[in-house]
């Protein structure tokens, strides 16, 4: 299958690796993966301040872009339902830009949703083995996009890999985008509890597929919890497949951004 990365913001500009990881996997697994140079912002920031004029531009330059791919992998699920869910609402139904975001729309995944829904890997018959103990933060859009315990299920199958239940792991970061910027005191909180609960599970990483989260929490943890480091299941899968080496993962807690 040829499949084009769309990449997103957040992780081209500071999570690389972790796109890296995704390739080496996606190109282990028999798949030719090509990066749209051209591609750009989804258009997701300024649909979620009412700026629907400017995401509109960039969701017709985006369908524009992918519109030759096969098939469209992301590492983020919040961009992935920007595609799946909110460019449908920009143009009237059944205009041609309506049933071209529909198209892309069919063939759009995130990188963990391709994997278990559309690859249906088997990570013990591929012999993934990574040793240690985890955590797993999941995002709050995931659930939009019909994805619950697919991250765990996946975790599961890696001989080595020693997983811990996150508590109330359904609560938000409170990252949301512009949120943590408009309501600083209220994400502070939030994220604060989100550490004290990877604090509860004594887990030596905590695995994390979204940039923003991984931005806000990192943050936090660099903080109060600098002992924990935070590592993408792409690179946990590159790594226990020996395409990547051992390494602290691309949201180290000393990296991160937000979080008080």
């Given at each position: 299958?040829?499949?084009?990365?769309?990449?997103?913001?957040?992780?081209?500009q500071?999570?690389?690796?972790?796109?890296?990881?995704?390739?080496?996997?996606?190109?282990?697994?028999?798949h030719?993966?090509?990066?749209?140079?051209?591609?750009?912002?989804?258009?997701?920031?300024?649909?979620?301040?009412?700026?629907?004029?400017?995401?509109?531009?960039?969701?017709?330059?985006?369908?524009?872009i992918?519109?030759?791919a096969?098939?469209?992998?992301?590492?983020s699920?919040?961009?992935?339902?920007?595609?799946?869910?909110?460019?449908?609402?920009?143009?009237?139904?059944?205009?041609?830009?309506?049933?071209?975001?529909?198209?892309?729309?069919?063939?759009?995944?995130?990188f963990?949703?391709?994997?278990?829904?559309?690859?249906?890997?088997?990570?013990?018959?591929?012999?993934?083995?990574?040793?240690?103990?985890?955590?797993?933060?999941?995002?709050?859009?995931?659930?939009?996009?019909?994805?619950?315990?697919?991250?765990?299920?996946?975790?599961?199958?890696?001989?080595?890999?020693?997983?811990?239940?996150?508590?109330?792991?359904?609560?938000?970061?409170?990252?949301?985008?512009?949120?943590?910027?408009?309501?600083?005191?209220?994400?502070?909180?939030?994220?604060?509890?989100?550490?004290?609960a990877?604090?509860?599970?004594?887990?030596?990483?905590?695995?994390?597929?979204?940039?923003?989260?991984?931005?806000?929490?990192?943050?936090?943890?660099?903080?109060?919890?600098?002992?924990?480091?935070?590592?993408?299941?792409?690179?946990?899968?590159a790594?226990?497949?020996?395409?990547?080496?051992?390494?602290?993962?691309?949201?180290n807690?000393?990296?991160?951004?937000?979080?008080?």
């Amino acid at each position: 299958m040829r499949i084009a990365l769309f990449i997103t913001c957040l992780t081209e500009q500071f999570y690389p690796r972790a796109a890296v990881a995704i390739v080496k996997v996606l190109e282990h697994l028999g798949h030719t993966v090509e990066f749209p140079a051209a591609q750009t912002c989804c258009g997701q920031p300024m649909f979620n301040n009412g700026l629907h004029d400017d995401a509109r531009d960039l969701a017709r330059r985006m369908i524009e872009i992918f519109a030759p791919a096969e098939h469209v992998v992301t590492p983020s699920g919040s961009c992935a339902a920007m595609v799946r869910e909110h460019f449908l609402h920009l143009w009237p139904e059944r205009s041609g830009e309506h049933r071209a975001a529909l198209a892309l729309a069919a063939k759009t995944s995130e990188f963990v949703e391709f994997l278990t829904k559309v690859e249906r890997v088997d990570l013990r018959a591929m012999r993934v083995r990574w040793p240690g103990s985890v955590t797993y933060h999941r995002s709050c859009h995931l659930r939009s996009l019909g994805l619950c315990d697919e991250a765990e299920t996946l975790l599961d199958q890696i001989e080595g890999v020693r997983r811990v239940p996150l508590p109330r792991a359904e609560q938000c970061c409170g990252f949301g985008g512009t949120f943590a910027v408009n309501y600083p005191q209220i994400s502070a909180g939030m994220v604060s509890d989100k550490v004290s609960a990877i604090r509860e599970t004594n887990a030596e990483r905590l695995v994390c597929n979204e940039a923003g989260c991984g931005m806000n929490i990192a943050g936090a943890c660099r903080r109060a919890l600098p002992e924990v480091s935070l590592i993408t299941i792409g690179e946990v899968i590159a790594q226990g497949l020996g395409l990547l080496p051992r390494e602290g993962g691309s949201m180290n807690a000393d990296r991160g951004g937000g979080g008080s």
